[in-house]
């Protein structure tokens, strides 16, 4: 028994020198996947920890209304309007004992104007967003203290934040809740903002008159001396209940700010989607790997298996040789992936996904949850490519009689198959949830192109040295055709790996594109003739701007909030969905164009909705919830065809005016015209000549973000090939020097590894090209009505040419240095 041991520990550390170039492999990919678990794994660790509050930061305790709803199986909807408070719950909570002070807190839009009437835009002062810059001055000495002057007391009266331009004792214009109107500044403070009388503040907001009289934003309390605000939280909560939401901490964040906790769920889905693809392709290339290490050893486990050792051993031994290469590859991967992390966080904050004084967190979770998925990756990856060997006889295994896997190839053809299926979705279905079929398709044909690659590639060149075409060429060409057949499994993992890189970056960057053409294509059409006119810098369009563009043009006030709504469409969530949703009135008819099928734009007034003509009937009724989380009961006046470029709902300004943070409208759409008077009449007030959808901004953002994160991943991807293809020359030492002992000189053979990777880059781009071509073909002759996609085609040539090059260099690099 003790020389069997012996034996057999001698058969596995030679096992173990065999495998270095595979093992190469895994530390690489376990590497580049712990970076990018990781940084994902950053992001979400940042949307649950709220960033510190800017202007509450002197709350200890902050009451809200729900900024969020609630779903049984998913994240809840956060809602991006803010929802507000009655007034007297600011007395309840002051009652509370512990509480040395509550506040309720307004806030308006507010910009201080250029004081010329051709002055440059509104100045705005350090983290001041102009749609909530205005507030009442109850709130002012929450974040900050009087530096200069005095608190405004009247009517006409302001303390300005820092940054914003205006001395103490001066009158400076203020466009306030939508009215431009003189201000004498009375005072400096260091909070961020512009600062009003209470009073003022309410009226501004809108609080004094209509539905939201008498109510707040929010109430900020102060603990009395001695008070922890959590345990001053917890008394609050048992005097008023669970009607509200109590923060404390960074959470007060979200409350100060319903932005933040509207952005968590792209914070939450991206960097989801991010590490479950990249755990994916881990997988992918590990497996990779450990069979090519296999395949090195595969007389060395036979040997194994004739000493006494059991399957299950053999594949114990290949696991732990498998996690000894990716452990040490761990701390480095988070290392990295902390890095791309800030990098990933400068991209959300260009894109908006993420407030730019929203920092992200950067704790040890994230590592520390990397690190067990990559591993559980890993020892899944390294038992499924030791499985077959592991249940050879001991005869095959030594003398390596491998025929790849009939039922493996039936497998992978059924799954392509079904790709092809689902790409013909857009055929049939219209609307954005026809692109699922598509992009599902890719995916699929990818996993079909690993599953069926080793047979395919053996068909096809055997087919290829069979045909007379093997006369005409070079003897290193006829030599690589046969050492390609002869080794199907090896050269099918590489072509399999660059295929996905081919079509994955293909498919979803054309599909995007594409996506994007036809839905401005459709918002052109309806907003044909039309120019707009906006202004961010003032928090939304000013009182008077549209009867002053109606004196030249006719014209119609627009804006675009978020509305929750029950499954509408076919593909819908079968909960609670958000949407974005152009609000539109009565004079948007003969304006706007939706394509009506049945009612008419004109009847757009109240609480009134128009649908998509596949979700619903003029008259009927539908329940909504406002991005502010009133719900309310609305009638349909209109259906329409054009959904993919307005979205499926559009709702009446008046029901939109009443449920929005700022109660104004977006932008205004005109007939072209000479605008120009207007625009000298209103600083701050920018033209577009090329208006676009309420979808645009978010689906160029979302492309952006899509392409940075691809780029990332398919560089991982191709890193990773590279590295698989380097160890598979390098492996081959034996192999050429059989070669060179036969009468083959280095020139030979290094022209036979060129025809090899020359073979593996056209496999490659061939299979890519054709897996990602059917399923954008069939998306564009949906969405276009033509077979050819929108987009940079430039992608295609660039594709096969960086496959071209890498291959290249993977191979002959290695094979040149060996054969000197």
């Known amino acids: 028994m003790k020389g069997t041991g012996r034996v057999k520990g001698m058969l596995a550390t030679a096992v173990a020198m065999a495998r270095a170039g595979g093992l190469a492999v895994v530390f690489f990919a376990v590497l580049g996947g712990t970076a990018l678990v990781t940084a994902a794994g950053v992001v979400v660790d940042s949307a649950f920890r709220s960033q510190p509050p800017v202007r509450l930061s002197g709350a200890d305790v902050v009451v809200s209304a729900p900024q969020s709803i609630s779903r049984k199986e998913d994240f809840a909807i956060a809602l ?10 600011v007395r309840e909570v002051a009652a509370v004992p512990g509480v040395a002070g509550a506040v309720g807190d307004l806030s308006f839009p507010a910009a201080v104007l250029p004081q010329a009437a051709h002055g440059p835009a509104p100045a705005k002062g350090p983290a001041a967003d102009p749609a909530a810059a205005g507030h009442g001055w109850s709130s002012a000495l929450l974040s900050g203290r009087l530096a200069e002057g005095r608190e405004p007391r009247a009517a006409g009266e302001v303390a300005l934040g820092p940054g914003l331009p205006g001395h103490v004792g001066r009158r400076v214009r203020i466009m306030a809740a939508g ?47 001695g008070v922890r605000a959590e345990d001053l939280a917890e008394r609050i909560r048992a005097r008023i209940g669970g009607r509200y939401e109590v923060a404390t901490g960074r959470d007060r964040a979200v409350a100060e700010s319903p932005a933040i906790g509207a952005a968590r769920e792209t914070l939450l889905m991206l960097p989801g989607s991010i590490g479950g693809i990249s755990l994916l392709i881990v997988g992918f290339v590990v497996g990779g790997g450990m069979s090519l290490s296999v395949d090195r050893q595969r007389p060395d486990l036979a040997l194994l298996r004739a000493a006494g050792a059991t399957p299950r051993q053999v594949r114990r031994l290949v696991g732990l040789q498998a996690l000894a290469a990716a452990v040490p590859a761990l701390i480095p991967g988070a290392a990295l992936g902390y890095f791309l992390a800030a990098r990933l966080g400068d991209l959300l904050v260009t894109v908006g996904a993420l407030r730019p004084d ?23 990856a390294s038992w499924a490519a030791s499985l077959r060997v592991s249940r050879m006889p001991v005869a095959a295994g030594i003398a390596d009689a491998r025929e790849p896997s009939r039922l493996r190839t039936n497998t992978g053809l059924l799954i392509m198959l079904g790709a092809l299926v689902l790409s013909a979705v857009p055929l049939f279905v219209r609307g954005e949830i026809a692109a699922v079929g598509p992009a599902t398709a890719a995916l699929l044909a990818v996993i079909g192109l690993a599953l ?7 068909r096809a060149a055997g087919a290829l040295a069979s045909s007379p075409l093997m006369a005409r060429l070079p003897r290193t060409a006829w030599l690589a055709v046969h050492n390609t057949h002869g080794h199907a499994p090896r050269t099918a993992g590489a072509v399999a790996a660059l295929g996905m890189a081919v079509t994955l970056g293909l498919s979803v960057v054309l599909t995007h594109t594409t996506l994007g053409r036809a839905r401005t294509d459709e918002a052109a059409l309806g907003l044909r003739g039309l120019v707009t006119l906006t202004a961010p810098a003032l928090g939304g369009v000013p009182h008077g701007l549209v009867s002053d563009v109606r004196d030249l043009t006719p014209a119609t006030a627009v804006a675009t909030t978020t509305v929750v709504t029950e499954p509408l469409l076919p593909g819908d969530d079968p909960e609670l969905m958000s949407r974005p949703a152009m609000a539109l009135g009565p004079d948007a008819e003969g304006l706007v164009d939706l394509d009506v099928v049945a009612g008419g734009l004109a009847g757009l007034r109240g609480n009134t909705v128009a649908l998509d003509e596949d979700a619903g009937r003029v008259g009927d ?7 502010d989380g009133a719900r309310v009961e609305a009638v349909v006046v209109a259906t329409y065809r054009r959904s993919l470029g307005f979205g499926p709902i559009v709702v009446s300004r008046d029901l939109a005016a009443a449920h929005t943070t700022t109660g104004l409208d977006g932008a205004v759409l005109a007939r072209k015209a000479d605008l120009g008077p207007v625009l000298a009449r209103w600083p701050g007030v920018e033209l577009s000549t090329a208006p676009e959808g309420p979808q645009a901004g978010a689906a160029s953002a979302q492309l952006l973000l899509n392409v940075a994160v691809l780029a990332v991943l398919l560089g991982y991807v191709l890193v990773a090939v590279a590295n698989r293809l380097v160890a598979t020359t390098t492996g081959r030492r034996e192999e050429l020097a059989g070669l060179r002992r036969v009468g083959a000189s280095s020139r030979q053979l290094r022209r036979m590894v060129r025809w090899e990777a020359a073979l593996i880059g056209a496999a490659a781009c061939g299979a890519g090209l054709l897996l990602s071509a059917v399923p954008l073909a069939l998306l564009s002759a949906g969405f276009l009505g033509r077979p050819v996609p929108a987009g940079p085609l430039w992608l295609l040539p660039a594709s096969m040419l960086v496959v071209a090059l890498v291959v ?3 191979m002959e690099l290695p094979a040149r240095k060996m054969l000197r």
């Open 80 to 89: 991006p309007e803010r929802a507000t408070v009655p007034g007297p719950l």
């Open 179 to 225: 009215r431009p109107a003189g201000y004498l500044v009375t005072g400096r403070v260091t909070a961020p903002g512009i600062y009003v009388a209470d009073p003022v503040a309410a009226g501004l907001a809108g609080r004094t008159a209509g539905a939201k009289a008498g109510r707040a934003d929010l109430v900020a309390v102060r603990a009395a001396p």
């Open 358 to 380: 929203h920092p992200l967190a950067y704790g040890p979770l994230p590592a520390l949850a990397a690190a067990p998925l990559l591993l559980g990756v890993v020892r899944v």
């Open 452 to 458: 069926a690659g080793p047979r395919l590639v053996r």
């Open 621 to 627: 009724r539908v329940r909504l919830v406002m991005g």
């Open 808 to 810: 290249w260099a993977a």
